[in-house]
């Protein structure tokens, strides 16, 4: 690859981080880079079995073609799977950047909340002269809210303001613990002046804060100015707009490309500051809705796609999980049937242990190429090339993915079930201008439409093994195990069907046959050669009897050959035995065994009707067995070869 890329490795995106992954992408764009973004749908702090299954995505990361790779790393939880991450970079002398927490031997991008939100508090108590101010915290020892309660103290000393402990509440950062702590604040202000001002140290309880204080009848800011930190995007749908600390995503984006254009060869940090925005929650701006009419739009068409996506999802399902489907068409149904997202340019790539397990068996793969792209969403002229290769290439056919994107970015996202590894997904994507577009790839239809493939394949996997299970469970149930021929079960189950297609004119053949002198090869030469006599007389009944025919050990060195004819053919019995004598011949001048073997026989054959004595036949034919193993013990017998 020509093009210079860079990884951004992020979890739960369809949770946080969305809004800079977006200006990243666009960033990295415009000054000629690609964007591949790993996405797991695990933070990593769980021991379950998803959790388990998510942790693979990181053999997949091909540092090798890398420039750099970022890592939010606050949205990835486990210490060990970063250390992973950074260590394995650091092998292949890849620059890693971390965002918002220092990783050992990487540069550090720091954002300072710090100084926007000790602007805000400054903001309450010198712009608008409050006195009576309450705290929201976080959790109690929480680094960044005990920040936070830092600069809230600091600001009641600067102004002369004395510390009153009940005015200070924890709710933990989001919404039920808010509402308790909001009861315990005005429990503890009844009777006393009113509190003119509550500062939260994020927006989740900020909002709840200004929700909470509408239901009591109270107005913000008429009565209360409330503040946030973090500028999270639901925000911007809340009236009243809070006056809160913002991200700057440009900021970052900027402070990125610096370092990449010339890299210090020792790690650095950099702080980007956040922004203090001055809003409608404490009054400074008048209070208007946010564009209800776009909200209410982009709303209706999410709902629709919603509904479309999950009639696609469905019709997928029972398509995939027919009984009657051909493994070899699940490419097709799989991509035809879609996910409600088509639009997007998207290759499935599976290994060759899931392929397999489908049923589906491309071409011989070699050492270490064990990946096959499965289908693609896009456009005619971009098919898969039907070529295994090595996962460490994601894809072969990258470049031509990267060709097809505007936005230039391409997200990498695990498929599994539970700790059962599938495959992957490549995925092109445009990043959200705000408005409602099906080109906007939704994280939340990704992760829904993923885990019902994953589901529908897993389920399909153990389909085909408990079918592979119950016909080998079949087959051992019919079948001698020792010789591979029918046991007596199966023998009849074998004869009835083709009594069943019996029609007028049938004969029927029956061969009873008995080795000669078994207990002298097993006495002599050990019971593995006996069981060597055996396998081999079951061999030569099954090569010189006609096809279809029902040929069963009924017990130790005894055999049963049936057979059923739609005409009269009378030379049959006869061929059949020669055929038999030749074979036992053949047998013995080939084995390079230090005995002979023999075998007798007994035939019964005539015409076939409705009220044929099957019984009796096969009796008939048992004793014309012990007739003929009389002539052999006089002619031939079972002897040590000379």
């Known amino acids: 690859m020509g093009q210079k890329m860079i990884g951004i490795c992020v979890a739960n995106l369809h949770e946080a981080a969305s809004e800079l992954l ?35 995505i990181i053999k997949l990361i091909p540092y090798q073609k890398l420039s750099a790779l970022v890592l939010l790393s606050e949205s990835i939880k486990d210490d060990a799977v970063l250390h992973a991450i950074t260590q394995r970079a650091a ?27 000790t602007e805000i508090v400054d903001h309450i108590f010198t712009h608008h002269q409050c006195k009576r101010v309450a705290f929201m915290a976080g959790f109690r020892g929480n680094p960044a809210s005990e920040e936070r309660l830092g600069i809230y103290l600091d600001a009641l000393k600067a102004n ?27 429990a503890f202000n009844e009777g006393k002046a009113p509190i003119e001002a509550i500062i939260c140290a994020n927006d989740t309880m900020a909002m709840t804060v200004a929700a909470e204080l509408n239901k009591l009848d109270y107005t913000v800011p008429g009565d209360v100015l409330v503040t946030g930190c973090d500028g999270i995007a639901a925000e911007q749908f809340f009236v009243p707009r809070l006056t809160t600390t913002a991200c ?27 922004v203090a925005r001055i809003s409608q929650s404490c009054g400074c701006k008048p209070l208007r809705n946010p564009s209800a009419t776009k909200m209410l739009m982009n709303l209706i068409m999410h709902q629709n796609s919603m509904r479309s996506f999950q009639k696609e999802l469905h019709k997928m399902t029972v398509t995939l999980l027919d009984e009657n489907i051909n493994p ?39 050492v270490g190429k064990n990946a096959y792209e499965f289908c693609r969403w896009c456009d005619d002229s971009y098919q898969p090339s039907n070529q295994p290769f090595s996962p460490k290439e ?14 230039k970015a391409v997200m990498l996202t695990l498929l599994h079930e539970q700790t059962s590894i599938f495959g992957y997904f490549l995925t092109g994507f445009e990043p959200n201008q705000g408005n409602f577009s099906l080109d906007t790839l939704d994280y939340n239809k990704l992760l829904d439409y993923q885990m019902s493939l994953s589901h529908i394949f897993s389920t399909l996997m153990h389909r085909r093994s408990l079918l592979a299970m119950n016909n080998e469970l079949e087959r051992l149930y019919v079948h001698d195990s020792m ?19 019996a029609t007028t004119g049938s004969y029927i053949f029956f061969a009873a046959i008995d080795m000669d002198g078994l207990k002298y090869i097993n006495d002599t030469f050990g019971h593995s050669e006996g069981d060597y006599a055996i396998t081999a007389i079951a061999k030569m009944i099954t090569e010189i009897s006609p096809k279809g025919s029902a040929i069963a050990r009924f017990g130790g060195d005894e055999f049963m050959v049936g057979m059923l004819f739609s005409s009269d053919v009378p030379t049959f019995p006869e061929a059949f035995r020669m055929a038999m004598e030749h074979a036992v011949d053949s047998l013995n001048a080939n084995s390079g065994k230090p005995y002979s073997i023999g075998a007798s026989c007994g035939i019964e054959y005539c015409a076939y009707s409705e009220t044929t004595d099957i019984d009796h036949l096969m009796k008939s034919a048992d004793n014309k067995l012990y007739v003929d193993k009389a002539r052999h013990k006089c002619l031939r017998g079972i002897r040590r070869k000379p």
């Open 22 to 56: 977006q200006v990243l992408c666009c960033t990295f764009k415009e000054n000629g880079y690609y964007t591949l973004v790993i996405h797991t749908y695990s933070a990593f702090n769980s021991q379950d079995g998803f959790d388990i299954g998510e942790r693979n």
């Open 328 to 366: 070899e068409d699940l490419p097709f149904h799989t991509m035809r049937t879609g996910w409600g997202m088509a639009r997007y340019q998207t290759s499935l790539v599976l290994f060759c242990n899931t392929l397999e397990g489908l049923g589906i068996f491309p071409q011989e793969f070699e």
């Open 248 to 274: 700057d995503y440009n900021g970052i984006s900027q402070a990125i490309l610096a370092l990449l254009e010339n890299l210090p060869k020792e790690p650095t940090t950099i702080a980007v500051p956040y």
């Open 394 to 407: 994601l894809l072969p056919t990258l470049d031509e993915m990267y060709d097809h994107v505007p936005s």
């Open 160 to 186: 002369g303001i004395p510390y009153e402990e009940e005015l200070v509440q924890y709710g933990c950062f989001w919404e039920l613990p808010t509402i308790d702590a909001l009861k315990r604040l005005f």
């Open 91 to 117: 092998e292949d002398s890849v620059p890693v950047i971390s965002l918002e927490r220092p990783l050992e031997g990487c540069h550090y991008i720091h954002f300072d909340i710090a100084t926007p939100f």
């Open 483 to 501: 010789t591979g021929v029918f046991n007596r079960r199966g023998f009849f189950q074998r004869l009835n069907y083709l009594i069943s297609q």
